[in-house]
């Protein structure tokens, strides 16, 4: 293969493929160049990658790109657990001869908390969408072409995206060499970018128009016919921003959903106040494969909700889920996140949203620390810390305070937390697609919480042998 591209989820409960890694070897692909991407590295032992990487890295290998995914604020991630950064060792080492390039979400941040671990630097790190100038970059190494413009930060050689790929006529599907599973969920793309701005929201292409970077229907439906006729596969994890901002896209969506000759399931983001100012969507949603979904909820403080952006949610947060998930039943396991440090809300008002999720019976719901990074310069909180009430203390990047909430205490709360809130939740969106990968169907999930299923999955092993299953798959290719 000419280019390797290495993956992994770091989460030890996940284990599911995102989608960067993939849709950038289909690009090459198309683009002329042989490609192999190798998954679920976290989860292997030493061994098992090095032989691996000696089926694949070959005399032909000029470029192995590195993209370990973790969600924000992962410890494994940020804290380099092994066998995180061994993989970066483990490649430099026995492969003297390839490039080295790393690419993905936080990737750059976690090169450099990690640097004196690696102790050698890579050779290039790719920060936005990949697509343009990772090819002019493999351009550059196999033909020879112009270099793609670059910066150096922190000692690093940073290569950003050259134009806006065209989502609109991407027609994206995967490989016999992708090693897919049977009856595995996979990462599937509708749109980029949100018509939102969210206050904390540190993702690119927020605030877009509702047209904007919009991947064309027919080659949405032609993708999942593609992907069933060739692997069979009927499950997915959708990785837009809000899967149903769009009226007339959703809408579309269930038309073709129904012209299907075989009926697919997904998880998704979706927007609460969307389900009501459309009120169809309630209906065609879940018609359309919808099987959990993620609402980005925040808090229940008419003030924190109004500073972040969702002044709707200010009035109708409760009432709207606890019709839904009236509504829905168990037809749509529905997860909410919460933002620990919004506006003047203490560890009392948490506690009641706790409670008040329990008594409600929602499916699942997480309470996750606000992230806020000085230097970063992402999200309208960053650009604007002080406006909202925010400082960073001693001259930290990352350990804010305001007058009535630390970051400190904010994390302690949500450690002190955890325990209770896993045996009292059910596994959903991307939990739920991991714990199908295993082989959990959906009834037998929602008998479960979360402290039960794991029980289940490592009495019976079901970690291992989906990763057995995999590396046999891949080797005997």
């Not at 032992?45 to 005399?59: G, M, N, S, V």
């Not at 494994?76 to 061994?86: A, N, V, Y």
Request: with cysteine; hydrophobic share 35%.
């Amino acid at each position: 293969m000419q280019i390797v591209i290495l993956t992994t989820n770091t989460d030890p409960t996940r284990q599911v493929r995102y989608l960067g890694p993939y849709q950038i070897a289909w690009w090459m692909r198309e683009n002329g160049y042989s490609v192999q991407v190798l998954d679920y590295l976290y989860f292997m032992t030493k061994e098992q990658r090095l032989e691996l990487f000696k089926k694949y890295i070959t005399a032909e290998t000029k470029v192995v790109g590195y993209a370990p995914f973790a969600i924000f604020g992962s410890q494994r991630f940020w804290h380099g657990e092994q066998p995180i950064h061994d993989i970066l060792d483990e490649i430099k080492f026995n492969f003297p001869w390839v490039k080295i390039v790393l690419g993905g979400v936080y990737v750059l941040g976690w090169l450099n908390s990690r640097k004196n671990h690696i102790g050698w630097k890579v050779d290039a790190v790719f920060k936005g969408e990949a697509e343009h100038s990772f090819k002019e970059y493999c351009d550059y190494i196999f033909k020879g072409e112009k270099h793609p413009p670059f910066s150096i930060e922190h000692d690093n050689k940073i290569i950003r995206a050259s134009k806006k790929y065209d989502i609109q006529t991407c027609s994206m599907k995967y490989s016999k060499n992708d090693f897919l599973l049977p009856g595995e969920s996979l990462p599937f793309e509708f749109s980029r970018g949100c018509i939102f701005k969210c206050k904390f929201c540190q993702y690119p292409n927020i605030g877009k128009d509702k047209d904007d970077f919009n991947k064309e229907i027919d080659h949405i439906k032609s993708s999942l016919i593609y992907n069933y006729e060739n692997f069979g596969t009927t499950r997915y994890h959708i990785t837009d921003d809000t899967l149903n901002s769009h009226r007339e896209r959703t809408q579309l969506l269930h038309k073709i959903t129904k012209e299907l000759p075989f009926k697919i399931e997904f998880i998704g983001y979706v927007r609460l106040d969307l389900l009501y100012i459309w009120p169809e969507q309630q209906d065609i949603l879940p018609e359309s494969g919808l099987v959990s979904c993620h609402f980005g909820i925040e808090s229940f403080d008419p003030e924190a909700c109004k500073i972040i952006g969702k002044g709707w949610g200010a009035k109708n947060h409760k009432n709207a889920l606890a019709d839904i998930r009236k509504k829905w039943g168990d037809d749509v396991i529905i997860n909410c996140s919460m933002i620990l440090g919004l506006g003047k809300e203490q560890e009392e008002d948490w506690e009641e949203s706790q409670n008040w999720f329990i008594d409600n019976k929602i499916h699942d719901w997480n309470f996750n620390i606000l992230t806020m990074y000085k230097n970063l310069q992402a999200s309208e909180f960053e650009k604007e810390y002080k406006k909202y009430g925010y400082r960073f203390v001693d001259d930290s990047n990352w350990n804010w305070a305001s007058d009535y909430m630390t970051r400190d205490r904010a994390g302690a709360w949500a450690k002190n937390n955890r325990q209770k809130n896993l045996s009292a939740t059910t596994p959903s969106v991307w939990n739920y697609s991991a714990h199908t990968n295993l082989g959990f169907t959906k009834d037998e999930i929602l008998k479960h919480n979360y402290l039960s299923i794991n029980e289940v999955r490592e009495r019976e092993n079901r970690t291992e042998k989906l990763i057995e299953l995999y590396y046999k798959t891949a080797m005997e290719y």
